[in-house]
């Protein structure tokens, strides 16, 4: 069955620096999202992307993360300065179209900012 | 703003019970309600998803129902094993957009 993909699994940085977080999304989807669980926390939207640009964001989604699709198979996001704060599990998923009722949800990458 | 709210945070049952597990939203406009698995450190597995038109679904062992109207769905899980020791969240979808909107999760531990 294809599944959604997520690289690293776990990443450790230290304040300040930029991250890049990876996700392979099933292939003929093409609407992709990213989500973050801070521990104990509930899961939170944090982007949703479709035809190569941004449809939805939330407050959280500042200028400090932007998202990319760099070629016809990953989905990216990137932390520009990382917080203390954005230390979170961040959830990669997608969804076909036109259905639209599925989200397929990634594995996680645990990020850690020192 | 819609708000998704589960109860309770934690259950604790003995194997081969059957339980319910309760999730209420507080605006009734929703497009679907999916039923979500976590386990500990991992990502999000889809049990049910319950279109807004719809009233039940089944899997195995697994039945969501949704009452729109009272804002609440509800997951039934009949004759547990120790295997069903996950948390639970369930996350409602706004008639507009795509974004999923989750609750805090139910985390359950079913004892052998």
């Known amino acids: 069955e294809p599944e959604v993909t997520q690289t690293p699994s776990h990443q450790v940085t230290q304040m300040g620096q930029e991250v890049i977080l990876r996700c392979v999304p099933i292939?003929?989807?093409?609407?992709f999202y990213w989500y973050r669980q801070i521990l104990g926390q509930k899961v939170e939207f944090l982007v949703s992307?479709?035809?190569?640009?941004?449809?939805?964001k939330s407050e959280i989604f500042d200028d400090q993360f932007s998202v990319e699709r760099p070629d016809g198979s990953n989905f990216t996001l990137k932390i520009r300065s990382t917080k203390l704060e954005d230390s979170a599990m961040y959830f990669c998923?997608?969804?076909?179209?036109?259905?639209?009722?599925?989200?397929?949800f990634g594995p996680g990458t645990r990020l850690t900012v020192l | 703003k819609q708000e998704v709210t589960q109860i309770p945070a934690a259950l604790s049952v003995p194997e081969g019970e059957n339980l319910v597990l309760n999730c209420s939203f507080t605006?009734?406009?929703?497009?679907?309600l999916q039923w979500f698995r976590q386990d500990p450190g991992k990502g999000l597995t889809s049990l049910l998803l319950i279109q807004s038109s719809q009233r039940e679904q089944t899997s195995g062992r697994l039945n969501a129902s949704l009452d729109k109207s009272s804002g609440r769905s509800t997951l039934y899980i009949a004759a547990s094993q120790p295997g069903d020791s996950a948390t639970y969240l369930c996350a409602v979808r706004p008639l507009w957009g795509g974004k999923l909107i989750f609750g805090q999760g139910t985390e359950l531990s079913v004892k052998p």
């Open positions: 992307f479709y035809n190569n640009e941004i449809s939805e």
């Open positions: 292939s003929n989807h093409l609407y």
């Open positions: 998923a997608s969804e076909d179209a036109p259905r639209r009722d599925t989200q397929y």
């Open positions: 605006d009734s406009a929703i497009y679907n």
